[in-house]
């Protein structure tokens, strides 16, 4: 994750030309969108400030908090210029003043996906509860590294998740290294898009988490599509939306979802499957959870 910070910056900047934000281009760029100087006077910082930054060298002087950090006027403005969105805005704050461990404090794990999961990464017995309780509404939990950590009875019969070991259980891993995944997402481009927007915008909060930079490495070196995407700095939450799921026994499944944060574990939630009541995909689950119930 080293030099994450320039690369967002570059990247962001390279999108935007300098008549969308009123400024006359001269001369021959070599490289596209504003230039570093550019950004600076728009943002209403020295050049040598704006470079500091985006060379990850922590610039100086009055625009620092008390803590050593940039200040969020200035990281406000350089968004302003940069046209980020909420999520690339929470996410320049992020690698920008990342949060460390205080010292003395536990280790991450270096294993990238342990067969074991952590004391941590338990979800509490009231949580299962909760999922169990879900008799209509296919659902896991998931850890900052998208982890599954826990499921219901639908949403295993959907997704099939007590057919791996717990080490496989990452869905980041199964989007880009399983090839059955291409077959079970009729929309795979677009859920390994939104799969690496996410694990990104969560890779900005957690730095100090070895394990997470071993998956990303991990996927880097195995597969050009994690590769290529990752390369364009994608950042989005993926709080909510629609996957389509082509099931062996229920046919394709349109599943709406939302994801719920856990108070008492804020690097897990749960994912919930929510279809339109009488639609479709509603009766297919129906009767792919009465076949479930019914199977010893």
């Excluded at 999108?15 to 400024?23: A, S």
Aim: overall charge neutral; some cysteine; proline content about 8%.
């Amino acid at each position: 994750m080293d030099g994450e910070l320039g690369d967002f910056l570059r990247s962001r900047r390279a999108r935007i030309q300098p008549e969308e934000v009123g400024l006359t281009s001269y001369g021959r760029r070599r490289v596209p969108g504003l230039r570093r100087e550019e950004v600076a006077q728009l943002a209403g910082v020295s050049v040598d400030y704006y470079i500091r930054l985006e060379q990850g060298r922590g610039p100086g002087g009055p625009s620092r908090t008390k803590s050593g950090g940039v200040s969020d006027a200035v990281l406000d403005a350089v968004a302003r210029v940069l046209r980020l969105d909420e999520a690339e805005h929470e996410y320049l704050r992020a690698v920008a003043r990342p949060r460390r461990r205080a010292e003395g404090g536990p280790a991450a794990s270096r294993e990238s996906a342990p067969r074991e999961a952590p004391a941590a990464s338990r979800v509490r017995p009231g949580v299962q509860l909760i999922l169990d309780g879900m008799d209509r509404n296919p659902a896991y939990v998931l850890d900052h590294r998208m982890n599954v950590l826990a499921w219901n009875a639908l949403g295993d019969a959907v997704v099939g998740f007590s057919d791996r070991s717990l080490g496989d259980l990452n869905l980041p891993r199964r989007v880009f290294l399983d090839p059955a995944a291409r077959d079970l997402h009729p929309d795979w481009p677009a859920i390994a898009s939104q799969t690496v927007a996410h694990l990104r915008l969560s890779a900005g909060h957690h730095p100090d988490d070895p394990a997470m930079g071993d998956l990303v490495g991990e996927l880097s070196r195995a597969s050009a599509d994690f590769r290529r995407l990752w390369a364009d700095h994608l950042v989005k939450p993926c709080d909510h939306g629609v996957k389509q799921v082509r099931h062996p026994v229920a046919g394709l499944l349109t599943l709406p979802f939302e994801t719920l944060r856990i108070p008492a574990a804020p690097d897990q939630t749960i994912v919930a499957y929510a279809p339109q009541p009488g639609s479709e995909t509603a009766e297919r689950l129906a009767l792919l959870g009465s076949w479930t119930s019914a199977v010893p």
